[in-house]
């Protein structure tokens, strides 16, 4: 694939909208929100997830995805994620009570198990099929990462959930290669005390962030809108001199490598 496709862009379902995930090659995925729908019997050739964090619009679909095709898998389903997503994953959703855990149940006729976990820390990096897959830090409620893809020698960082964040903006900064910057947006900015307390943006606090940076020569993606404030999230971005060339993800947008 030459470009990554948006199964999932927004923040929340409604409207016809679907959450989080983004397929960066035909059997990886950043983020688990929406990989059924959108794939159909296609989804079974996702062999691995890397998670941003342990969100439900995040992770939904894991339990989807491998109930779905467990009898005519061959190979395990790995999940990437920080530790403490991992502990969340299988202690609040994979646990016989939510949902089965794979992870203990071999695949039929075979002694892997059908879900593989692996915690994953900030200076890893991972090479599957000459993709470049880098977790970064990122500032939200619970332990959380984006992940930055390398391709082709140039880089497309997504960023996931953040709010404020300067660690974010020095990954920005050191990124040299960076050609395209995926970064949320999920309130309007009257709503800038929630967006700080759940540890979100709005556009004014992304106007904020994004001025601090000294130059601004990637392209810039925006996603994570709640569904129901889309459209006046979208006008105020217009409004913005450093986001007019922005383009708000839907599903089914594709992003260039
Ligand atoms: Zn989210
Ligand atoms: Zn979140």
Redesign the pocket.
Known sequence: MEYIEVLGAY?GKGCGKN??CFRIAQNIVIDAGNIIAPLKENAAAIEHIFLTHC?L??VIDIAFLIDAFYAIKTKPLNIYGLKDTIASLKEHILNWKIWPDFSELDLLDKSDKSIMFYEINYADKFDIGGIQIEPFATCHTVASCGYKITKNAQATMITS?TGVCESLLEEIKNTKNLKNLVIECSFPSKFKKLALDSMHLTPALLEEELGKLDKIDFNIFIN?LKPFYESEIISEIKGIDILHNAVVLEDGSKIEY
Do not use: N, P
């Open positions: 923040g959450t989080t969100h619009d995040h959930d994570h």
